[in-house]
Nanobody, 113 residues
Framework: EVQLVESGGDLVQPGGSLRLSCAAS????????MSWVRQAPRKGLEVVST???????SYLDSVTGRFTISRDNAKNTLYLQMNNLKPEDTAVYYC???????WGQGTQVTVSS
């Protein structure tokens, strides 16, 4: 079955850290650029970060220097390391192929004291 399954979301205090994971199956993960996309309450979708097949990365301005995207092709897994979290990072985080053809179910990140 072709799928993406996210994990790692949690409630964390401002300034804290989380690492999200996205396990891919059913397709050749290493051949696809991947993205992390988030949706905050009452807001639209926002691309947080993207990594291509050559490990080149890009980030939303508001997370640059705090978030790091990476991939382990041997484990078919995409990661998002999030440091110095802020309340405005609260959202459901999805992993997807860069083209948007395949999405996971999402994982909730809540940053609150």
């Amino acid at each position: 079955e072709v799928q993406l399954v996210e994990s790692g979301g949690d409630l964390v205090q401002p300034g804290g850290s989380l690492r999200l994971s996205c396990a891919a199956s059913g397709f050749t993960f290493s051949s696809f650029a991947m993205s992390w996309v988030r949706q905050a309450p009452r807001k639209g979708l926002e691309v947080v970060s993207t990594i291509n097949t050559g490990d080149e990365t890009s980030y939303l301005d508001s997370v640059t220097g705090r978030f790091t995207i990476s991939r382990d092709n041997a484990k078919n897994t995409l990661y998002l390391q999030m440091n110095n979290l802020k309340p405005e990072d609260t959202a459901v985080y999805y992993c997807s192929t860069w083209s948007g053809d395949l999405w996971g179910q999402g994982t909730q990140v809540t940053v609150s004291s």
